[in-house]
């Protein structure tokens, strides 16, 4: 393995200690998702799901967010604190399924399904989420379709594989959008199926927004923070997971004791395992800057958070 080098280290050491500092200043909150580098969960205030950082964003007292994730989870933290300012590191860091489920096109295709009932899942942007009854993270997605009265229709959107597992999941019939997560549609079945072989005694977990044919050799499937409760209470102690790579950094700080090998993806890349790439676009130095220039901002439109908040709330109710 590549030996880091001690200035590298002290540089990082002495950046985490300076937004430490910053933030304490400005009386802001670092929310980091799982997928984030480890340096960045490190400093974070708190580090969870989408519905672990959504309810985060709905209690916290902070004046300022800085939200060390992708754009559309910035805007969930802005749709629920319309009056504090919200900061990404980076604005590029967009979402495969957000960004495939164009709001134009989407309003275009609900057109051909009036009386349905429109549940989305989080990962989408907050104009999507406007034209929702419900939003749902992969935590409680099983819940808010339960919740849905029987004779309702259903238009899911905008994760195909995701969907897919709730109408197995609930038994409910849905019109699905054809969006997908370029992540966990990048792991080989090949590939998993040879790493099972070699250890047959690991435990394959899942996300559901992998395809369908990864799913159907998983022992267990779940969201991000499913996953990790699964793997601190199983008495097994190796494990296969198929999600973003980034989870792994938690899972070996909960359990160092287990063995956890990421399922590998159809590429061959430097890790074998699957990344975020916009996930990976922040940085510390990023997250300096915008607490330091507090830019970039998320901004809204007032009317637009206010029709975005009555599905998010449904949502956090659940
Ligand atoms: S892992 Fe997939 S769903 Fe999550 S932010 Fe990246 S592209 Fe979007």
Known sequence: MRQISPIIINKKILLQQ????LKKQKNAVILAHYYQLPEIQEIADF??????????AAETEAE??????VYFM???AKILNFNKKVLVPDVNAGCSLAD???PDKFREFLKDYPNHKVVTYI???????TMSDYVCTSSNAVKVINSIPKEDKIVFAPDKNLGNYLIKETG???VLWNGSCVVHEAFSLEKLIDLYQKNPDAVIVAHPESETHILKTAHYIGSTSGMINYIKSSPEIKFIIATESGILH???HEVPHKTLIPAPSKEDNSCACSECAFMKMNTLEKIYNCLLNEFPEVKLDRNLVDKARIPIEKMLQC
């Open 47 to 56: 580090v969870g799901d989408s519905l672990e950082l959504s309810r985060k």
């Open 250 to 252: 938690k899972m070996k």
């Open 100 to 102: 495939g489920c164009p």
């Open 64 to 69: 300022i967010i800085v939200f060390a994730g």
């Open 123 to 129: 990962n989408c942007s907050a104009e999507i989420k």
């Open 74 to 76: 910035a805007e969930t």
């Open 18 to 21: 300076k937004i430490i500092k």
């Open 172 to 174: 409910r019939e849905m």
